[in-house]
């Protein structure tokens, strides 16, 4: 299974970015899929997810209502729309896919992950 991430770049605080993360090499609705970032120093933290069929999210408190998790099987292709940037989501962003919707928070139980793509918001 590979995950290609995108969509990554730089953009003012206040201001939106959308990721991308394409699925290959297996059914993708086969897997709950997730955004992890890691800030340089620190460790890599969890961000959101989303169950296999799209129907149930999860947030970390700090995105919650400022991003968004979205999927479309058809396209095997998982999104992070951000709105409403802010320095602190400065981070290297990484999606990783796993099969069960369990243990979602930890990174250790992920199985797949992409080779992350770089965000950054200056003020």
């Known amino acids: 299974v590979q995950l290609q991430a995108s969509g990554g770049g730089l953009v003012q605080a206040g201001g939106s970015l959308r990721l991308s993360c394409l699925v290959s090499?297996?059914?993708?609705?086969?897997?709950?899929m997730a955004w992890f970032r890691q800030a340089p120093g620190k460790e890599r933290e969890f961000v959101t997810a989303?169950?296999?069929?799209?129907?149930?999210?999860y947030a970390a408190d700090s995105v919650k209502g400022r991003f968004r998790i979205s999927r479309d099987n058809a396209e095997s292709t998982t999104y992070l729309q951000m709105n409403s940037l802010k320095p602190e989501d400065t981070a290297v962003y990484y999606c990783?896919?796993?099969?069960?919707?369990?243990?979602?928070?930890?990174?250790?139980?992920?199985?797949?992950w992409g080779q992350g793509t770089q965000v950054t918001v200056s003020s």
């Open positions: 090499g297996s059914t993708f609705s086969q897997y709950v």
């Open positions: 990783a896919a796993k099969p069960e919707l369990r243990s979602i928070y930890t990174p250790g139980e992920y199985d797949y």
């Open positions: 989303i169950s296999r069929q799209g129907v149930s999210t």
